[in-house]
């Protein structure tokens, strides 16, 4: 089964900018992928999601901010995260969700996520 890796995460001070990757161990063509977070206490979230297709969606609290976006010839899938806020302070897991694909059905696949803290 396929793993994924998230990297990038660590301090940044409010309102500046970093990247986040996530590296898949198998290709990554053709599948939806996705960036989830959760903070201290609270539940894990959809924050953006990128088709196989390169549609993107984002939930409005970071739309216009952050920015999905993924490499297929890299298996890599990239978080562009700028103005970056407080409430922005989260663990960051990146996801594949159960698709069928070569050979049938494929399991729900998490990263074991990167810590972003964003703080003076």
């Known amino acids: 089964q396929v793993q994924l890796v998230e990297s990038g995460g660590g301090l940044v001070q409010p309102g500046g900018s970093l990247r986040l990757s996530c590296a898949a161990s198998r290709s990554i063509f053709g599948v939806t992928m996705s960036w989830h977070r959760q903070a201290p206490g609270r539940q894990r979230e959809l924050i953006a999601s990128i088709g196989s297709d390169g549609r993107t969606n984002y939930q409005d609290s970071v739309k216009g901010r952050f920015t999905i976006s993924r490499d297929n010839a890299k298996n890599t899938m990239y978080l562009q995260m700028s103005g970056l806020k407080p409430e922005d302070t989260a663990v960051y897991y990146c996801?594949?969700?159960?698709?069928?694909?070569?050979?049938?059905?494929?399991?729900?696949?998490w990263g074991q996520g990167t810590l972003v803290t964003v703080s003076s």
């Open positions: 996801k594949i969700p159960r698709q069928y694909g070569a050979g049938g059905w494929h399991p729900e696949v």
